[in-house]
């Protein structure tokens, strides 16, 4: 990770380049600790890019213990009564970006 920090905030979603922490899998399996990581991000000033990551990984983490259900049902009532096509052509635009909305297909 130090050897690619410098391009974190520009390239961290590039799939073809190495240019990602790499430290998933170790957070994942509690061979790192959420804390000890941001604490080294920040003595060493690495990307701002990188700490707000690793806070939005946790947030969903404990999104999800308040929320267990979340993965098949709304957290907000209101969207409970969300209209969605079962429409295979509608998927298939909306997965080649072709909806015909910019926003969403951006």
Do not use: C
């Not at 430290?23 to 061979?31: A, D, I, R, V």
């Amino acid at each position: 990770f130090d050897d690619n920090v410098e391009h974190y905030d520009r390239e961290s979603s590039r799939a073809d380049h190495h240019w990602t922490s790499e430290l998933s899998p170790y957070l994942y399996w509690g061979q790192l600790s959420p804390r000890t990581v941001l604490h080294e991000a920040v003595l060493a000033n690495i990307a701002p890019k990188f700490r707000r990551k690793l806070a939005w990984r946790d947030l969903s983490y404990w999104l999800y213990t308040l929320f267990p259900h979340m993965h098949s049902t709304a957290i907000r009532p209101a969207y409970s009564k969300q209209w969605w096509s079962s429409d295979k052509e509608h998927l298939k635009a909306w997965q080649n970006g072709k909806t015909g909305y910019p926003l969403v297909d951006a």
